[in-house]
Structures are given as structure tokens and as C-alpha cells.
């Protein structure tokens, strides 16, 4: 499963599964909602809760690994919801849970997603040991997985967390690692976490302008791969960046974009830290009361995560602030807070820094021992640590407490005074780091100490350097307004390409509406098929056809032609306009000015939105004067039946959109209509045996004295009834049959192997009989079926097989009202006959004792009769070759038993097969 997949990918993931939902896609399911777990929590949250229900649904098809896999995935996705809401004890108790599932079923990509979840958890919390191993055992599982993109991201990561205590170090092992052609395979998520830790690099070190670009580019990549919590800090950071580079204006511009994103995200952790930063640039700004109320409301969002490096941050910038307005005393409250989460985060730099502001609060609250006892503790700790940069302003404090108050000196002086002592070591360390440029600040400060203590020649020396420092500076202000300047650039572009990405997901989501509306009304044509195919009176098929067109389309005229007999004129079998049924003319085929005839001869759909002069009468019907019409063929196979239209009095009524509704009507229209007529032969051998009871019931009350006579002749009478019974099967089965290439020998022949198969199942003699007087109606739905799919020789497409499998819910739907059990019998074997055992078949996808039994012996006997058989479209196999195919698909295809059944009485099947040949 992809880490963070880009946004035009979440796109097509959100179409896909709005085509077709359900559990058939349950991996989507499952990996939309992992992929929109920071985009849009509600609705990964509810995603999840889908994909949950369908698992647990014991009726789901599943492989059992795949299930525990996704239900580890699930748990997962919710701990990392909780760890953004700030519940880190639930987040790690479900990302522990979703790891040993992971490691139990041997998936190492989910073990380090897990391991990465728990990291980010542990470093919440304040605890960078702990956070540092788990991330550490997230690089072995994704290097044991093979996935370099979250190795990449992974690593990159820890060398953004050891950057703050060794940046030069850090950054060998940077340049070590991703050499510019790794870089250049990076993809865009993995890319995000690299630009972050250069970006932190390049600000440690003196390069504010590159950090803000490199900062700039993690925050782009970050929002295209949906990781919103890292391009809220990478939004923080790039206005701290800017900050640096004098660009105030930049900088609260990229902290209020950070800003906007972590408040609409409800985030503690991100939010706390948009708004330190914000509180951090607003005090740059001289903006004191607003940057107090900032920093007030970062503490407020970050209360629940007491040992974060945010919270201990905003102490330390809060205590700042303070010192900086003249409130030592609230400053000494900060920086003590300050110190109590640094100890409970285990955070040294963040502890030696507490200390230096506790000293310089106490220093100006005149408390110099106090103050002398952490100034000490501070710069000894910072020492330890190798903070160079930390221990000039320790050092420099020092000089600022010497020069404040009357103190002995200390020990190893070499300067003239204490405040001289102090300056010349926080030179001398600063003159130690690499590439570091010496504050203005500290050369002023050694000036006046030297021309205090009557050193003209030093404190000349020190003033001109401050000079040149200053110079210097005007320099880098310069440089940075160009840096800024490009920052500024790459901001522009960057927003107008989102805003080029939201115009394109608006366009996406149109088209995705349109394909739902789509989708939505070829649900309503089926719905009108089976309506219409499920009619069996012409009047009534009309009258479903024009019922529905004016819901679907602007209709105000309708008719229908149907060709005569004589295949020379159009009959009129339906016309009205609006409500009011007309007399309608007939039409001749060859008629020069007809429409309709037109339409008929060419067998191609007309239409035409503009009024036309002089049109012939035959085309406009009825008192209203339309403008509009659409002139469509009814079809079975090539055999015309005849022509539909529809007509609107407004120009132009008529696009693609309906002329697509008409022709997908107008085939099921050609099916109701044939199937009406097969009907109607059915229906007139059912009058002829309801006369002949009649009849028989009449000669029975004038003959009743004789009884034995007319016992023989009810006799005789209820034998003609089940006679036509079975002609009406017969006849409905050849109605199939004369369409169809295969034989009525064929028929025979399946219809005894079922009565034989049913046999060797133990069925009881009455239904081996229903079997065997309804089998053969199996495939009576292929009436409705276009001659030129039907009668194909060669092999069907796709659509042209979707067609195909129409046939089994036609016949259903042709027998299903009777009131004959032979005929109900018949509608459920044609239903059934085309599932399969492991739930693979058609129409309704039904598996194993779902399918009714007749229908499982059915598709047995209909299955080896087809492979044994000569088509025009193939030979026929070897008996051999079909009792292979059975056996090799027993308990996929077809019923175990019903095979088994089947081949136990082999010397009765071959005795079918000999007693019903085909006619050569």
C-alpha cells in the first residue's frame, strides 16, 4: 500500500469506488481512507468504518491473511488519527495492536508504517530516545519490505531529529546518503521529508535564504501528497526562514498560510506549533500584546502534550517576550516552566537554555547569586553538548552580570576586568565555529568594555570591526532580500499550480457528477427493460414506452410503426400527442418524403432539431406544431419490426443524450414486442385447451348416466390438456430454438441427461418428471437476444457477451407469471442454469446450495450436451475432452455431485445420446 500517493491518484481512487462500491472493493476502500487519513479525516474515519462492517460480515469473499491485513491497516490508520488529536496513550495502544498483527503476518512495510506511527507518538510525548529507536526499526522494516521511498522519508526524518544537536555532522551524512541520483528517484512524498531536513540544515548553518526555498518546496510536495502535518511545520519553518532574511512581510504570510491549515486541521501539536511561530515573528515585529495572546493560545492548544518540544518552545519564547517588555519576574516564571518540561522531555539544549533565561531574569530582578548558580550550570551543560553558538550568549550574559553588579573576580582572569574576561571567551568560541559569523552586538560590547577600562587603541579596534560587521550585514540584508525575493517567486508559482490543481479537481469532480448522472440513468433504463421486457400485451408495451420517455425527455408526440406482413407498409400500432390518443395513417415503405420510412429502409436513427418546410404529414402528427424529432428503429437481430418517434415543439430538444435513451428502449422495446407475440401463440393454445375442458365439462352433464363412458372420456380430455401443456413448452422452446443453432435433439437430449442425473441424486419420480418436461425451456430468453450476437460466428466481445447473458433473466422474466408449474419450473431453470458452484456465474452471482438444485443439474447436462456437439461456429469435442472439462471443473463451475451423479451412470448417458441424434 502506497505511503502517501499523490493527490490526482486519490482523485481517480475517489471515481473508482464511486463506480462501484460494496465489498468487491475492499482493498480500495481500505486504501482510499489510509490515503485520506490527513486530507480529510471524516471522511477516512468513515471509510474505515465501511470497510470495517464488510469485513466483519462473515459472508464477505476474502482470503483470511488479506482480512487480518486490513484490519491491522484499519487499526493503524485510527492510531494515527489519534496521535493527531492529540490522544497519544490510544493512538500507541492501537499502533502497538496494528504492529503485532503486521509482524504476525510477516508484512514488514505495515511493521514500519506502525514503528513510524509510534515514533512520532514517543517524540510527541518528549521522549527523542525512545522515538529515535522506533524510527530506527522502521528503516530495517522498510529496507527489509524493498520500499525505497519510505526508507528515503524515514531517513531523512532522523536526520532532521540529530541536525539540532550536530548540524555539520548532519549534513555529511546528508550528502552521504542522498547523492543526486537518489534524489532524482525520489517520489514527491518522500521528497516532502528530504526537503524539510535540508531546509533545517541550511538554517542551522547560516543559509536562511536556501532554507526558506528548500522549506517552500517540502510545503508544496507535502500538500500534493496529502501529509498536512508536515507542510504545516514546513509552513512555520519557511516564516521563520523568512523571519531571518528581514522579510516580515513573507514571513507572516507563510505563518498565517500554516496557521489556516492547522486550525482548519484541529490538530494540538501542528496548531501549537503555527502558532508559536506566528507569536515568534509577531514579536520580531515589535507586535508585543498580539505576540503574548499567540503564544498564550499555542500553550492552550498544546496543554494535553506538557513534555512536546512546542510546549517547552513556547516557555522559552513567552520568558523572551516578557524579559524583552521589562517583566524579569514573568519572564523567571516561563523559564522556569520552561526548565520542568525540558527535564520531563529529557531535552538538554532546551534545559541549558531554560537556565541562561532564568539567569538573565534573575540577574535583572538583582539577584546575582541565583543568578551566578545557573549562568554556571548553563554554560557547563551547553560545554558538554558542544552548543557553540549557545555559549556566546552564556558568555555574553556572564559580561552582562559583571557589569551590572560589584563582583569578585573569577578564577584565571587574563583581562583587564570581569566583563572583558567573559567577552574574549565568547569571541574565542565563536571564533571556533566554522563559517560563523561574529554578532555586531558582541564587537560593540568588547568596544565600550575597552574603552571603559582606558584601552583607546582596543576599543578603536573593536569600533571599526563592529563598522565593517555592520557593512557586512548590509550586505546579507541585501542578499537576502534577493533570496526572499525568489522565495517569493516560487511561492507565486506554487500557488497559482494549486490553483491550477483545484480547478482541475473542480473539473474532475464535474466530470465525476456527470458520470454518476450517467450512471444513474442506465439504472433507470433497466429498471424500464425489465419493465418492458416483463410486459407480454402490445398495448401495455406502448404505454410503458411513452409513460417513461416524458419522464426521461421533453416528449409532446409519440407513435409507434410496426412493418405489415407484407413487408411493404408501416402500420400505425400507437400514436398520441400529449394525452390525446390519434388516428395515425399508414405508411408506405418506399414513401420519397417519409421520415419514418426513411428511418426504416436505412435501419439508422434520424433526428432533426429545426423546423423543416413543406414536411410531409406522415412525420408530424396530432394538433401540437413540433419542432424536434427523433426517428429510431426497433431491431431484433437484423429483422426490423418497425420505427419509433418522439417529437418536441421547442428547437433542439434532442442530443446525444437522448438519442442514446432511444435506442437502448427501442432494443428492449424489440425484445417486449417478440416476446408479446411469443406469448400470444401460448396464450391461444391455452384458450384452445380451456374450450376443450369446457367442452368436455358440458358433454360430461348430458352423459351422466353414462359414468364409465365418461370417466374414459375425462380421461382422455385431461390427457389433451397436459398434451398442450407440454406442446406449449415445446413450442416456447422452439420459439428459442428457431433462433438459435443448436437442435431440437439438443433439447431432448439435455432434458433426459437431467431426468438422469436427478435419478442418481434420489430425487422423487414427480419431479424427475418436472425436470424433465421443463429443462428444455432453459434458454427461451434467447428470443430477446439481436440475431447478429445470437447467431455470431466467431467469438463475442465483452459488451456483445453482457448482451448474451441478458437471455437467462429474459426467459425469467417470459415465464415466471404462469400459472402452469411446468412454466414456473421452466422460468427458475432459466434464471439458474448459468451460475456457478463457487459463485462466479450470472445473472445473480449465486454460489453452491443457493442455486436452486435444478438449475445445478441443468448447467451439468446443458454444458456436456454444447461440448459434444457440431455448431456452425465449432466441432465438436471428444467425449473424452467434455468429461475432462466437467471433472476439471467440478466445484467451480459446476455442482460435485450432480457430476459425480452424471458419470456414475455413463452406460445410461451414452444410450441417450444414441437414442437422440442429431438429424443430419
Same mark, same amino acid.
Given at each position: 500500500?502506497?505511503?502517501?500517493a499523490?493527490?490526482q491518484r486519490?482523485?481517480e481512487?475517489e471515481a473508482? &469506488?464511486? *463506480?462501484?462500491?460494496?465489498?468487491?472493493n475492499?482493498d480500495?476502500?481500505?486504501?482510499?481512507?489510509?490515503?485520506?487519513?490527513?486530507?480529510?479525516?471524516r471522511r477516512?474515519?468513515l471509510?474505515?468504518?465501511?470497510a470495517e462492517a464488510?469485513?466483519?460480515d462473515e459472508?464477505?469473499?476474502?482470503?483470511?491473511?488479506?482480512?487480518?491485513?486490513?484490519?491491522?491497516r484499519?487499526?493503524?490508520?485510527s492510531?494515527e488519527l489519534?496521535?493527531l488529536y492529540?490522544?497519544?496513550e490510544a493512538?500507541?495502544?492501537?499502533?502497538?495492536a496494528a504492529?503485532a498483527?503486521?509482524?504476525?503476518l510477516?508484512?514488514?512495510i505495515?511493521?514500519?508504517d506502525?514503528?513510524?506511527c509510534l515514533?512520532?507518538l514517543w517524540?510527541?510525548?518528549?521522549?527523542?530516545?525512545?522515538g529515535d529507536?522506533y524510527l530506527?526499526?522502521?528503516?530495517?522494516?522498510f529496507?527489509?519490505g524493498q520500499?525505497?521511498?519510505?526508507l528515503a522519508a524515514?531517513q531523512?526524518?532522523a536526520?532532521?531529529q540529530t541536525? @539540532?544537536?550536530?548540524a555539520?555532522?548532519?549534513?555529511a551524512?546528508?550528502?552521504e546518503?542522498?547523492?543526486p541520483?537518489?534524489?532524482a528517484?525520489?517520489g514527491?512524498?518522500a521528497l516532502a521529508c528530504l526537503a524539510s531536513?535540508q531546509?533545517i540544515?541550511?538554517?542551522l548553518?547560516?543559509?536562511?535564504?536556501a532554507g526558506?526555498q528548500?522549506?517552500?518546496?517540502?510545503?508544496?510536495?507535502?500538500t500534493?501528497?496529502g501529509?498536512?502535518r508536515?507542510?504545516?511545520?514546513?509552513?512555520?519553518?519557511a516564516a521563520?526562514?523568512?523571519?531571518a532574511?528581514?522579510?516580515?512581510?513573507?514571513?507572516?504570510?507563510?505563518g498565517?498560510?500554516?496557521l489556516?491549515?492547522?486550525?482548519?486541521a484541529g490538530?494540538?501539536?501542528?496548531l501549537?506549533?503555527a502558532?508559536m511561530?506566528?507569536?515568534k515573528?509577531q514579536r520580531?515585529?515589535g507586535?508585543?500584546?498580539?505576540?503574548r495572546?499567540?503564544l498564550?493560545?499555542?500553550?492552550?492548544a498544546?496543554?494535553?502534550?506538557?513534555a512536546?518540544?512546542?510546549?517547552?518552545l513556547t516557555q522559552?519564547?513567552l520568558?523572551?517576550?516578557t524579559?524583552?517588555?521589562?517583566?524579569?519576574?514573568?519572564?523567571l516564571?516561563h @523559564?522556569?516552566?520552561?526548565?520542568?518540561q525540558?527535564?520531563?522531555?529529557s531535552?538538554?539544549?532546551?534545559?541549558?537554555?531554560?537556565?541562561t533565561?532564568?539567569?538573565m531574569?534573575?540577574c535583572r530582578?538583582g539577584?546575582a547569586?541565583?543568578?551566578?548558580?545557573?549562568?554556571?550550570?548553563?554554560?557547563?551543560?551547553?560545554?558538554?553538548?558542544?552548543?557553540t553558538?549557545?555559549q556566546?550568549k552564556?558568555?555574553r550574559v556572564y559580561?552582562?552580570?559583571?557589569?551590572?553588579?560589584a563582583?569578585p %573576580?573569577p578564577?584565571g582572569?587574563l583581562?583587564?576586568?570581569p566583563v572583558?574576561h567573559?567577552l574574549?571567551l565568547?569571541?574565542?568560541?565563536?571564533a571556533s565555529?566554522?563559517a560563523f559569523?561574529?554578532p555586531?552586538?558582541l564587537?560593540n560590547?568588547l568596544?565600550?568594555?575597552y574603552a571603559?577600562?582606558g584601552?583607546?587603541q582596543?576599543?578603536?579596534?573593536?569600533?571599526?570591526a563592529?563598522?565593517?560587521?555592520?557593512?557586512?550585514k548590509k550586505?546579507?540584508q541585501a542578499?537576502?532580500?534577493?533570496e526572499?525575493?525568489l522565495?517569493?517567486?516560487?511561492?507565486?508559482?506554487?500557488? *497559482?499550480e494549486?490553483q491550477?490543481?483545484r480547478?482541475?479537481?473542480?473539473?474532475?469532480?464535474?466530470?465525476?457528477?456527470?458520470?454518476?448522472e450517467?450512471s444513474?440513468?442506465?439504472?433507470?433504463?433497466?429498471q424500464i427493460?425489465?419493465e418492458?421486457?416483463?410486459?407480454?400485451?402490445?398495448q401495455a408495451?406502448f404505454a410503458?414506452f411513452?409513460r417513461?420517455?416524458?419522464q426521461?425527455?421533453?416528449?409532446?408526440s409519440?407513435?409507434?410503426?410496426? &412493418?405489415?406482413a407484407?413487408?411493404?407498409?408501416?402500420?400505425?400500432a400507437?400514436?398520441c400527442s400529449?394525452?390525446?390518443?390519434l388516428?395515425?395513417p399508414?405508411i408506405a415503405?418506399?414513401?420519397?418524403?417519409?421520415?419514418?420510412?426513411?428511418c426504416?429502409?436505412e435501419?439508422?436513427?434520424?433526428g432533426?432539431?429545426q423546423a423543416i418546410?413543406?414536411l410531409h404529414?406522415?412525420?408530424?402528427l396530432?394538433?401540437l406544431?413540433t419542432?424536434s424529432?427523433? @426517428?429510431t428503429?426497433?431491431?431484433i437481430?437484423t429483422?426490423?419490426?418497425?420505427?419509433?418517434?418522439?417529437q418536441?415543439?421547442?428547437?433542439?430538444?434532442?442530443g446525444?443524450?437522448?438519442?442514446a435513451i432511444?435506442?437502448?428502449?427501442?432494443s428492449y422495446?424489440?425484445i417486449?414486442?417478440?416476446?408479446a407475440?411469443?406469448?400470444g401463440?401460448?396464450?391461444? %393454445?391455452?384458450?384452445?385447451?380451456?374450450q376443450?375442458l369446457?367442452?368436455l365439462e358440458?358433454a360430461?352433464a348430458?352423459?351422466a348416466?353414462r359414468?364409465?363412458?365418461?370417466a374414459g372420456e375425462?380421461?382422455k380430455?385431461t390427457?389433451?390438456?397436459?398434451a398442450r401443456?407440454?406442446?406449449t413448452?415445446?413450442?416456447?422452446s422452439?420459439?428459442?430454438?428457431?433462433r438459435?443453432p443448436?437442435?431440437g435433439a439438443h433439447?431432448?437430449r439435455?432434458?433426459h441427461?437431467s431426468?438422469l442425473?436427478?435419478?442418481g441424486?434420489g430425487?422423487?419420480? %414427480?419431479?424427475r418428471?418436472?425436470?424433465?418436461e421443463a429443462?428444455?425451456?432453459?434458454d427461451?430468453?434467447?428470443?430477446?437476444?439481436?440475431?447478429s450476437?445470437l447467431?455470431k460466428?466467431?467469438?463475442?466481445?465483452?459488451d456483445e457477451?453482457e448482451?448474451m447473458?441478458?437471455?437467462a433473466q429474459i426467459g425469467?422474466?417470459?415465464?415466471?407469471?404462469?400459472?402452469?408449474l411446468v412454466?414456473q419450473?421452466?422460468?427458475?431453470?432459466?434464471?439458474?442454469?448459468?451460475e456457478?458452484?463457487?459463485?462466479?456465474g450470472y445473472p445473480?452471482?449465486?454460489?453452491g446450495?443457493e442455486?436452486?438444485i435444478?438449475s445445478?443439474?441443468?448447467?451439468v447436462?446443458?454444458v456436456?450436451?454444447?461440448l459434444t456437439s457440431?455448431r456452425p461456429?465449432?466441432k465438436?469435442?471428444?467425449?473424452?475432452?467434455?468429461?475432462?472439462?466437467l471433472l476439471?471443473h467440478?466445484?467451480t463451475?459446476?455442482?460435485?455431485?450432480?457430476?459425480d451423479?452424471? @458419470?456414475?451412470q455413463?452406460t445410461q448417458v451414452?444410450?441417450?445420446?444414441?437414442r437422440?441424434?442429431?438429424?443430419e
Open positions: 500500500m502506497e505511503w502517501f499523490v493527490n486519490v482523485l481512487m473508482a &469506488l464511486r *463506480a462501484s462500491p460494496g465489498s468487491d475492499l480500495l476502500m481500505v486504501d482510499l481512507a489510509w490515503q485520506l487519513r490527513q486530507r480529510d479525516c477516512a474515519l471509510l474505515a468504518a465501511d464488510w469485513l466483519s459472508n464477505t469473499q476474502i482470503d483470511e491473511l488479506e482480512r487480518e491485513r486490513h484490519r491491522a484499519l487499526q493503524l490508520l492510531a489519534s496521535g492529540g490522544q497519544l493512538g500507541e495502544q492501537l499502533a502497538q504492529l498483527s503486521f509482524d504476525e510477516g508484512d514488514a505495515g511493521s514500519g506502525a514503528r513510524w515514533a512520532t517524540l510527541e510525548r518528549g521522549d527523542t530516545k525512545l529507536e530506527n526499526s522502521a528503516m530495517g522494516d529496507r527489509a520500499d525505497p521511498q519510505r524515514a531523512a526524518r536526520l532532521a541536525a @539540532f544537536r550536530d555539520p555532522a548532519t549534513a551524512s546528508l550528502k546518503l542522498f547523492d541520483q537518489r534524489c528517484e525520489l514527491p512524498a531536513t531546509a540544515l541550511a538554517s548553518m547560516g543559509a536562511p535564504g526558506s528548500l522549506f517552500v518546496q517540502s510545503f508544496n510536495a507535502a500534493e501528497t501529509q498536512q508536515l507542510a504545516i511545520y514546513a509552513a512555520g519553518n521563520d526562514a523568512l523571519a532574511l528581514g522579510d516580515m512581510d513573507a514571513a507572516l504570510e507563510w498565517e498560510r500554516g489556516s491549515t492547522a486550525r482548519s490538530w494540538p501539536a501542528p501549537g506549533l502558532l511561530q506566528t507569536g515573528i520580531s515585529l507586535r508585543y500584546d498580539d505576540a495572546a499567540t498564550h493560545e499555542a500553550l492552550q498544546l496543554q494535553n502534550l506538557p512536546s518540544q512546542g510546549h517547552t522559552l519564547y520568558g523572551d517576550l524579559l524583552e517588555t521589562g517583566a524579569p519576574d514573568a519572564a516564571q @523559564f522556569c516552566k520552561a526548565e520542568e525540558a527535564n520531563l522531555a531535552s538538554v539544549a532546551y534545559l541549558y537554555r531554560a537556565w533565561g532564568q539567569a531574569a534573575l530582578l539577584q547569586d541565583a543568578a551566578l548558580s545557573k549562568i554556571a550550570a548553563a554554560l557547563k551543560l551547553a560545554r558538554s553538548q558542544g552548543g553558538d549557545d556566546v552564556i558568555l559580561a552582562e552580570r559583571y557589569q551590572t553588579y563582583l %573576580a578564577e582572569m583581562e583587564a576586568n572583558l567573559y574574549k565568547a569571541l574565542g568560541v565563536a565555529i566554522e559569523v561574529v555586531t552586538e564587537l560590547e568596544a565600550n568594555a571603559a577600562s584601552d583607546e582596543q576599543a578603536l579596534a573593536y569600533g571599526q563592529a563598522a565593517q560587521a555592520r557593512a557586512n550586505i546579507e542578499r537576502n532580500r534577493a526572499s525575493l522565495v517569493r517567486q516560487d511561492s507565486e508559482r506554487a500557488r *497559482a494549486a491550477g490543481q480547478q482541475l479537481a473542480a473539473a474532475q469532480a464535474q466530470r465525476a457528477e456527470a458520470l454518476e450517467a444513474a440513468t442506465l439504472e433507470v433504463l433497466s427493460g425489465l418492458l421486457t416483463g410486459n407480454l400485451k402490445t408495451i410503458t411513452h417513461h420517455l416524458e426521461l425527455m421533453d416528449v409532446s409519440f407513435f409507434v410503426y410496426l &412493418l405489415a407484407d413487408g411493404r407498409m408501416l402500420q400505425p400507437f400514436a400529449g394525452a390525446i390518443e388516428q395515425a399508414q415503405l418506399d414513401h420519397p418524403d417519409s421520415h419514418t420510412a426513411r426504416a429502409r435501419g439508422q436513427q434520424l432533426t432539431g418546410a413543406g404529414p406522415s412525420s408530424l396530432g394538433p406544431e419542432v424529432m427523433l @426517428f428503429p426497433l431491431f437481430g429483422r426490423l419490426l418497425g420505427v419509433m418517434s418522439v418536441a415543439m421547442r428547437p433542439d430538444a434532442y446525444e443524450r437522448e438519442a432511444c435506442r437502448t428502449l427501442c422495446g424489440a417486449a414486442l417478440e416476446n407475440a411469443a406469448y401463440l401460448a396464450d391461444a %393454445a391455452q384458450r384452445q385447451a380451456t376443450a369446457q367442452a358440458l360430461q348430458k352423459l348416466d359414468a364409465d363412458w365418461l375425462v380421461a380430455a390427457q389433451e390438456v397436459l401443456e407440454r406442446e413448452v415445446v413450442r416456447l422452439k420459439a428459442a430454438e428457431y438459435d443448436e437442435t433439447i431432448l439435455m432434458a441427461y431426468e442425473i436427478a435419478r441424486l430425487l422423487p419420480e %414427480a419431479e418428471q418436472l425436470l424433465l429443462a428444455p425451456m432453459h427461451i430468453g434467447k428470443v430477446g437476444i439481436t440475431d450476437i447467431l460466428p466467431g467469438r463475442l466481445t465483452a457477451f448482451v447473458k441478458q437471455h425469467h422474466e417470459i415465464l415466471k407469471d404462469s400459472s402452469s412454466l419450473t421452466g422460468a427458475a431453470i432459466a434464471l439458474g442454469h448459468h456457478k458452484f463457487d459463485g462466479s445473480q452471482g449465486l454460489a446450495a442455486i436452486p435444478f445445478r443439474i441443468v448447467a447436462a446443458d456436456f450436451d454444447a457440431e461456429y465449432k465438436a469435442w471428444s467425449l473424452e475432452q467434455a468429461r475432462e472439462h476439471a467440478s466445484g463451475h459446476f455442482d460435485p455431485l450432480c457430476v451423479s452424471f @458419470f456414475a455413463w451414452l444410450e441417450i445420446r444414441q437422440f441424434q442429431d438429424e
